[in-house]
Nanobody, 116 residues
Framework: QVQLVESGGGLVQAGGSLRLSCAAS????????MGWYRQVPGKQRDVVAT???????DYADSVKGRFTIFRDNAENTVYLRMNSLKPEDTAVYYC??????????WGQGTQVTVSS
């Protein structure tokens, strides 16, 4: 099973930027897709951004134009660049990988807190 390790979360003021990283233990091109999800206490985990093995990207409406998902194939790492952060972006952000067997693996999560 793939291991996913997120990093880059933290505390930032509204309007600021952060870059999250998700390092995978295997070749990320072997996955159907990878993505970032976020969750706040008491609510379901929601998709933020995804990227397929072919490079197609998709974003939640709430982050379009502010967040960018990209990857470094050589480093087996997927990133989430977050600009113009808002307090409502505060959440635990999780990295996920969808395997060829349609199983989803999750990272441990990284906290992002945006202060107003």
């Amino acid at each position: 099973q793939v291991q996913l390790v997120e990093s880059g979360g933290g505390l930032v003021q509204a309007g600021g930027s952060l870059r999250l990283s998700c390092a995978a233990s295997g070749n990320i091109l072997n996955f159907n897709a990878m993505g970032w999800y976020r969750q706040v206490p008491g609510k379901q985990r929601d998709v933020v951004a995804t990227i397929t093995s072919g490079g197609s990207r998709d974003y939640a409406d709430s982050v379009k134009g502010r967040f960018t998902i990209f990857r470094d194939n050589a480093e087996n790492t997927v990133y989430l660049r977050m600009n113009s952060l808002k307090p409502e972006d505060t959440a635990v952000y999780y990295c996920a990988a969808d395997g060829r067997d349609y199983r989803r693996s999750w990272g441990q999560g990284t906290q992002v807190t945006v202060s107003s």
